[in-house]
Structure formats: C-alpha cells, structure tokens
C-alpha cells in the first residue's frame, strides 16, 4: 500500500511539473497599462467577443486605430516568437463605442506624431534565419516595421530584424532631430532589449524625409557582467567628432581572457549622406 500512494505521489508531481512547463509567459513590450490609450498595429486586427482566436469577431479595426486599455486578461497566446495577452479595448467608431477583446501582440509598441504625421513601431511575424556563421543553425527571428500614417493612409514602411523573443523585454520607440543631415526632416529611433546577460538589445534608426522611411544599418550591443561587451553606436554630423554629410559607424569589443586580462578590438566605417540616400565610403 505504501509502494502504491509513493507511485501516486510521484505520478501527481510529474503532472504538476509538466503543467508549470507549459505556462508562457507574455513578451514584456506587450504589457500595456489599464486605462491607457494605445494605437492598433496590425491592420484589420480583429476585435473577439473573448480573448481566445475562436471566439465570435466582433469587428475588425485599421491600423493607426486608438483604442482605450480597459483590462490585461490573464491568457496568453502565442504566434511564432511573439507571446502576449490579450486586453479588453473600448473604441470609437461609426460614431459609437465599442468593447471587445485584442491579442497584445496586434498592438503597437510605441508610437508618436510630428508634423501632422502618424508614426507607429510594433512586430508584424516570426521567420526561421539560417545563423550566419553556422549555416546549419535555425534561429527564430521575429521582425518589427515602423509605419508612417497620414490620416488613415499608410504612407511607407520598413521592416527590420528584432532578434528572438529573449530581446523583447523592454522596447522604447522616439523622434530625434535631423542630426544635421541633409534634406532629412527628423530619425526615428526604436529599441529592443533583453534583461538577462548576454541577451543582445537592437537598436534601429530611420531617416524620414520626403514622407519616406529609410532604415539604417541595424546596431546591437550585448554584454556579459564585465567579462564581454559588444558595443556598435552611429556618431552623426551634429554629435562630437561627427563629419558633415555622412555618418560614422563605430564598433567596440572586449573580452577578458583566462587570466583576466582585457581584449579589446574597435572598428570604424563610414556611411556617405548625398540627401537622398547612403553608401559606404
């Protein structure tokens, strides 16, 4: 009898464990805040009368649509990479307020206005990458866009890589200024990052001008305590050892070795601006 409630004891933690195994966990950059206004980014994102996909849609919602956070709902769902909950919006439209429910993931990250334009970064998907130095490598890649909207017309948008769902913690999304290159009316910066050593953030500019987006090369830094750091930044005409009409692409490394000396390796390149668009010098 006692072999027998020993077997059952250790049957019911197995369950338990492969149960906790199970639970996701949603990607920070989709935790939105009760009574918050936030902005649709998927277009033609559909409104659940639940939070599950086999719920009744209610309604479908544009791109660039404001939506007001009414409540997190605890489940999660998961497509490709991306891991969000779903929230209870209210909106307005054809001239009356709505409720349903959204998966997080169609919202948009950040977003902001300027000069009577709309512009919004969120991740649109999830794509297998083969690893660049081991080709036999598949990594799960998930890709961002920024959008610019005038009204309700998309005007341009680019796409650029995110990394994996361990760099999605935490994502910031602003306007800067022209940085002093010409013709361009304001960059745009969005960032993603890990919290964890070793997980890598990706920081992407773009260059607004002429109601066109043009992205720069992506920049990622990564660390590891004060045993590694990979470190890439974009010196421009306006910062501190900046040239006119290019920009200035910088790299620094270090690693200690196993007696914890430091070695460090920089590089440098330059990025030629003729107002229109860049090439390497």
């Known amino acids: 009898m006692k072999t027998l409630f020993t077997v059952l004891f250790f049957f019911i933690v197995q369950i338990f464990s492969a149960q906790e195994e199970e639970i996701e966990y949603a990607n920070g950059i989709f935790n939105f805040q009760e009574n918050k206004t936030q902005k649709i980014f998927t277009d033609w994102t559909r409104i659940r009368q639940f939070p599950n996909i086999n719920a009744q849609i209610l309604d479908s919602l544009q791109t660039n649509q404001q939506v007001l956070i009414l409540k997190q709902d605890e489940t999660i769902l998961k497509l490709g990479e991306r891991r969000a909950n779903w929230y209870k919006i209210s909106y307005q439209k054809d001239n009356k307020t ?78 800067e200024s022209n940085h002093k290159l010409q013709n361009v009316e304001f960059t745009l910066k969005a960032m993603v990052s890990g919290e964890a050593c070793g997980i ?16 720069l090369p992506q920049l ?34 270090m690693e200690k070795d ?24």
Request: with cysteine.
């Open 98 to 175: 709505s409720e349903g429910y959204v998966w997080g993931g169609n919202l948009c990250v950040g977003y902001r206005n300027k000069n009577g334009y709309d512009f919004l970064f969120g991740l649109t998907k999830t794509i297998n990458k083969k690893d660049k130095e081991y080709p036999q490598i598949i990594n799960a890649q998930n890709i961002a866009a920024i959008k610019v909207v005038e009204g309700n017309t998309l005007i341009d948008e680019v796409a650029f890589d995110t990394g994996s769902a361990e760099s999605l913690s935490y994502g910031t999304f602003n306007i």
């Open 220 to 253: 990622m830094n990564v660390g590891d305590a004060d045993v590694y750091y990979h470190s890439e930044e974009f010196v421009f005409p306006n910062d501190k050892g900046g040239i006119p009409n290019a920009f200035i692409f910088k790299m620094e490394e």
């Open 200 to 215: 890598a953030s990706y920081d992407q500019y773009v260059l607004f001008k002429d109601k066109k987006l043009i992205a």
């Open 258 to 281: 196993d007696k914890d000396r430091e070695k460090k390796k920089k590089a440098s390149k330059i990025y030629l601006w003729d107002g229109n668009s860049y090439k390497l010098k």
